[in-house]
């Protein structure tokens, strides 16, 4: 028996897998079912229960993997180190604790760094000193719209996303989150590329990580082996390898930190001051708005993600609801906002987190680093950390879509290749989930046009049946009004639209339109067999469409009844 279609969705941050046969086992990414065998290069994920032993040793890996990402999102918004890293504290404890989808990380990200690093710009351009009280502010009103969101249900409008789109967005990720490793590959001081010696150890330590990561759980799964890649690699190169580039190198290229040292108090909540709402409520509720799509998207692709992993089911509108809390107090205590991070998420189910704890015990531990353990965090090599996301990589890309040309239609392949293509040019996520939504309903319009039929039922001097079939909406009405001809036609026309459905305003416009056709020849046009729908649609269009509707026969009510029913 085939099993139902699996979905795994990534980010800058992140990973995901597809599979894109229907009918195919499940073999999604690092997923295994049934006793199947992955199709991928690596096997990181498999189903199970959670532990709190576990949870808290995953929540730790997480918390060393969110340091530079974090540091690096807020050089990406244009303000201090501290205030990513803070952003991640409270938006994993939030989210971990209120969330819809336990397991699931959240913290800055880069598409909401990229945003908010216009809000950043925005204050700076009116005084010194503005920009964090605009990038506050956003994030704030960011997080309300989020909550209302949440409130309101409308997480559900996630299913919207076809599942072309969501591989092309998968791949193009995949991509993102290999160019952005590159930077690591130069001198953090002279920004050239490595040559020589230095590239031969940085590319051992990232292999050595690697084959850590991948091995090791073969030994033992006691630990995550991401955990132990990260320790091993972190004391060979603290002994023998001095000069790699590690997190203090990294914080160093910070304003005001030359040290490069990671060390901060525990923010105090204050509100934003300075801001011009009379002239100014325009931008910030629209860079608001943005914010918050881009970190309901993230976030809700990411939550379908981790249910198919751990085959549960999350609730995408408390998760709304959490994310847009923890963004409003992430604001609200000097942080830059954010969203759920699908690479930290995927780690964390990798190492073995599946309960709230986990993303609780990363953001206990990022606090605890940030406060207290500066020193320890500094000396981590960057190689490590790009090995683990070079693993990440790996996962990423939908190796099995490369399979899909020539075996599904080339307007499929078409959505994958542009989203996949404005995910990497353009690092917009909502953008290329749009225009994927956008290129996939017309394929849908233009596709389902030509798919309305017409036969005759019944044929007579006097009286012709027609038998409709198919859905009469704004891209079928030319196909439906083509295939009759009142002129040519006999006397009385009944068309029956037992299996079909009338879906818009242009459907009513052209049954109308066609009623007329046929007076004005001189002859009578009826429907029968309207749907219940598709009657309250006439009936509500009063006088806009004349046209005679036939009460349905008994044997038809009855079958309907019974069709209902089951």
């Known amino acids: 028996m085939s099993s139902r279609s699996r979905c795994c969705l990534g980010e800058t941050e992140g990973i995901s897998q597809f599979t894109f046969s229907e009918n195919a086992t499940r073999t999604t990414g690092f997923i295994l079912q049934s006793g199947t065998q ?67 990380i959240s913290g800055a990200t880069g598409a909401i760094a990229v945003v908010a690093g216009k809000a950043v710009q925005h204050g700076d351009s009116l005084g010194e000193g503005l920009g964090l009280q605009y990038l506050f502010v956003v994030i704030m009103v960011a997080g309300i719209i989020q909550v209302l969101f949440g409130v309101l249900r409308l997480g559900r409008f996630i299913r919207l996303v076809p599942h072309p789109v969501m591989i092309g967005f998968v791949n193009g990720l995949a991509i993102v989150i290999l160019m952005a490793q590159f930077p690591s590959f130069r001198n953090l001081q002279t920004g050239e590329w490595l040559s020589g010696q230095p590239l031969l150890i940085m590319v051992g330590l990232v292999a050595l990580t690697m084959v850590i990561i991948q091995f090791l759980p073969k030994l033992t799964k006691a630990v995550p ?106 604001g609200l205590f000097g942080g830059m906002g954010g ?55 790996i996962g990423t890309f939908e190796w099995s879509s490369l399979k899909t040309f020539g075996k599904v239609p080339l307007s499929e392949i078409i959505v994958i290749v542009a989203v996949t293509l404005v995910t990497v040019v353009l690092h917009d996520l909502a953008t290329a989930v749009f225009i994927g939504i956008i290129l996939s309903a017309l394929v849908f319009a233009w596709e389902s046009s030509k798919h309305v039929f017409v036969t005759i039922e019944k044929d007579s001097e006097d009286e012709r049946i027609y038998s409709l079939q198919g859905l009469l909406y704004f891209g079928s009405v030319r196909e439906f009004t083509d295939k009759f001809q009142a002129r040519s036609d006999v006397k009385n026309i009944v068309i029956d639209f037992g299996h079909t459905r009338v879906c818009d305003m242009s459907g009513l416009e052209a049954i109308n339109a066609l009623a ?46 019974r069709r209902d029913t089951a």
């Open 516 to 561: 007329d056709r046929y007076r004005k020849a001189g002859k009578n046009l009826r429907l029968r067999h309207l749907s219940p729908d598709c009657r309250a649609m006439l009936k509500k269009a009063g006088t806009m469409v004349n046209v005679e509707v036939l009460p349905d026969d008994p044997r038809y009510t009855v079958a309907n009844m």
């Open 38 to 104: 992955s199709s991928n290069m690596f096997d990181l994920f498999r189903s199970k229960d959670s532990n709190p032993k576990d949870d808290v040793l995953s929540g730790l890996t997480v918390a060393l993997a969110l340091v530079p990402e974090a540091i690096a999102f807020a050089f990406a918004a244009g303000v201090d180190p501290l205030v990513g890293l803070w952003a991640a504290v409270f938006m994993g404890f939030i989210t971990a604790t209120c969330g819809g989808r336990p397991g699931m």
């Open 225 to 330: 082996s991401s955990l132990i890649a990260i320790i091993a690699v972190g004391g060979l190169s603290y002994l023998f390898f001095k000069d790699t580039a590690t997190v203090s190198d990294v914080l160093a290229k910070a304003p005001g930190n030359p040290d490069g040292k990671l060390s901060g108090s525990f923010p105090i909540p204050a509100l934003p001051t300075g801001i011009a709402w009379g002239s100014e409520w325009g931008f910030i509720l629209k860079t608001a708005f943005i914010v918050a799509m881009v970190g309901i998207i993230e976030s809700l692709m990411t939550l379908q993600l981790i249910d198919e992993i751990t085959e549960t089911r999350g609730q995408g509108n408390r998760e709304c609801v959490a994310q847009g809390g923890a963004n409003f107090l992430s």
């Open 339 to 393: 969203c759920a991070m699908i690479g930290q998420s995927l780690i964390n189910i990798k190492s073995g987190g599946r309960g709230r704890l986990s993303g609780i015990s990363a953001a206990v531990a990022l606090a605890i680093f940030i406060m207290a353990a500066g020193p320890v965090i500094e000396i981590i090599p960057i190689a490590a950390l790009v090995g683990v996301m070079f693993m990440v990589v």
